[in-house]
């Protein structure tokens, strides 16, 4: 294709993602998503022993005879996108950048569905919505959500999850896989994710960019926050001070796996230093059905 031939670095990208789907990762795409989603298929007369909460009560008061709903396993899987492209994802982790990291975990990702014939749609935010793309089922159109990477700058000076999730849930109708690429860097969107939850199979995926928790002793180190523009300084050269952010950070972490568990989201931590594909295989493995 065009886009592929002209950009180098994405055509290096898909054919290293498509060796590895061939290779491992399809077979375990296909085992952790199978059998995640129902859809509707007829109604029949209620047989003793049918769960009551799936009697159709509209259709017994009808026909003045209790009726039941009949489902059917999805055997297509609807792979839904939210990617985080605010400003704090710019940031580079020695000679990697977290938008890199977050560009190689979309492009596996979103190959593995191709691989198994299935949608794939994406959304993009920052402090608002950038980007919408509609789940389809097309090789050009996984090629046209993953060269965005390629146009992006760092004008987004927040993080807004809770929009995202919002506008997911208003426009995802079908039931389907949602994952959420981002550093999580945010705070407010608890009730929304618990509501995307209670719809579809949500996955998390954390671009766990630790540096301020493994500080060195290096002196005193001006920064400024990329998403809010403050500046302030790092006391580096203090070890209460370098221990007391391991312990902040920390602590944020847990509390982000703790939101996880309890609202029943699948989650996974990747960090600056890690390989991606070993990381997503680790999680599939351990998340085999």
Known sequence: MR?????????????LAERMVRGIIAGNYRSIFRGRGVEFDETREYSYGDPVRL?????????QIPHTKV?????????????????????SHGETQTIEITSQVLTLLALAACSNSDKVGALFFGDAIEKFYPPRKDYRHILNIVSLFEKLSKKNAGTRLDKALRMTNRFLKKRGVCVIISDFKTEQYERDLSLLVKKHTVIAIKI????????????????????TSVKTHLFTGSIHYRQGMQEYWNKKHQQW?????????????LGGDEDPMEVLLRFFRRNVQ
């Not at 009697?55 to 026909?63: K, Q």
């Open 257 to 269: 796996i703790k939101t996880c568990t309890k609202l029943g989201v699948l989650y996974v931590s």
């Open 208 to 227: 766990n960019d630790d540096v301020l928790g493994k500080l060195s002793n290096v002196g005193t180190i001006p920064i400024i926050d990329s998403e």
């Open 71 to 91: 489902f059917k396993e999805e055997r297509e899987v609807t792979l839904f996108f939210i990617v985080d492209i605010s400003a704090s994802i710019f940031f």
């Open 55 to 63: 009697m159709d009560w509209n259709v017994t008061a009808r026909r």
């Open 3 to 15: 886009l592929l031939a002209k950009n180098p670095k994405l055509r290096r990208l898909f054919l």
